[in-house]
Nanobody, 123 residues
Framework: QVQLVESGGGLVQAGGSLRLSCAAS????????MGWFRQAPGKEREFVAA????????YYADFVKGRFTVSRDNAGNMVYLQMNSLKPEDTAVYYC????????????????WGQGTQVTVSS
């Protein structure tokens, strides 16, 4: 069982930056691939970024490449999403998720989810 708690969301102007954090419980954090997803009102949840258990491989949705960076600290059971050059269309609830079965770009591939943190980007 893994419990995930996101933090770091908020209101930012277009062009600004935010750093989301996700704290994970459990003693085998490095066994899980971690993903970030987002869901805007009226839209489906979509993949944003992911990182494999040891942090050697990362994956990004095309719409965030070059702007967002995912990282993890296995000693501290943390995963981060650094978001730069934010745009109004990045406004959404952002979720972190853990996968026991390695990297996946689909929400169904993740076993545990946090409660989400709101990111609002004003124009």
């Amino acid at each position: 069982q893994v419990q995930l708690v996101e933090s770091g969301g908020g209101l930012v102007q277009a062009g600004g930056s935010l750093r989301l954090s996700c704290a994970a419980s459990g003693r085998t954090f490095s066994n899980y691939a971690m993903g970030w997803f987002r869901q805007a009102p009226g839209k489906e949840r979509e993949f944003v970024a992911a990182i494999r258990g040891r942090g050697f491989s990362t994956y990004y949705a095309d719409f965030v490449k070059g702007r967002f960076t995912v990282s993890r600290d296995n000693a501290g059971n943390m995963v981060y999403l650094q978001m730069n050059s934010l745009k109004p269309e990045d406004t959404a609830v952002y979720y972190c998720a853990a996968s026991q079965n390695g990297y996946s770009g689909a929400a169904v591939g993740y076993d545990y989810w946090g409660q989400g943190t709101q990111v609002t980007v004003s124009s």
